[in-house]
């Protein structure tokens, strides 16, 4: 199942409002390189810094998504978001 657009910049604007203001905060955590997949894993502790309210306000799951849908936008987020390299 692909995201609509629509659906997708929500989940990007909820992202930009939690990150943008924090970007060396992201910047050092981006620069610890976790996981075996880096991008995958930092895409995910983006997703994972939005407080319980703004996740469960995408009604993600609820919309027939999945973790596999939300993987690939999250990745696609932090593919476009050249504040983050390092």
């Excluded at 609509?4 to 910049?9: H, L």
């Excluded at 996740?55 to 990745?75: A, Q």
Aim: aromatic residues 12%; hydrophobic residues 35%; glycine residues 4%.
């Amino acid at each position: 199942m692909r995201i609509p657009k629509e659906f997708k910049d929500k989940i990007f604007q909820a992202l930009d409002n939690r990150l943008l203001s924090r970007i060396e905060e992201v910047k050092q955590h981006r620069a610890l390189k976790l996981g075996k997949d880096i991008d995958e894993r930092f895409a995910w502790d983006c997703f994972w810094c939005l407080s319980v309210e703004v996740r469960e306000s995408l009604n993600i799951y609820e919309n027939g998504f999945n973790d596999n849908n939300l993987g690939t936008v999250l990745k696609d987020y932090v593919k476009n978001r050249p504040e983050f390299n390092i």
